[in-house]
């Protein structure tokens, strides 16, 4: 059983910056994709980057390419979202969330909710204009 916990959302002025955490990642010996999501109000659920642990691939959604960066620390079993020049628009609840693979797999990009079978309960991002 994975059970995700995200930290380190919070208030930001815009062109500020915050980095996430996602703690959970126990089983070291399997390969998982990992994604960070976020949803704003009224809008649909938006896969914004993934990291393949098997090969380290990387994804990121054209809104967020070059302002965040994925990473993941395996000895620790967490997942960072790295966000810098944050605009209002990223405002949203920012979730992760994991699928086991194959060692020779790899997520399916863009990201695909149904593909992710574990998720944390989100972490809010609020970024003041």
């Known amino acids: 059983q994975v059970q995700l916990v995200e930290s380190g959302g919070g208030s930001v002025q815009a062109g500020g910056s915050l980095r996430l955490s996602c703690a959970g990642l126990v089983d070291k010996w399997s390969h998982y994709c990992m994604a960070w999501w976020r949803q704003a109000p009224g809008k649909e659920r938006e896969g914004v980057a993934s990291?393949?642990?098997?090969?380290?691939?990387?994804y990121y959604s054209d809104s967020v390419k070059g302002r965040f960066t994925i990473s993941q620390d395996n000895d620790k079993g967490t997942l960072y979202l790295q966000m810098n020049s944050l605009k209002a628009e990223d405002t949203a609840m920012y979730y992760c969330a994991a699928d086991r693979k194959a060692p020779m797999g790899a997520c399916e990009n863009p990201p695909q909710e149904v593909d992710f079978a574990y998720w944390g309960q989100g972490t809010q991002v609020t970024v003041s204009s």
């Open positions: 990291f393949f642990t098997g090969d380290g691939s990387i």
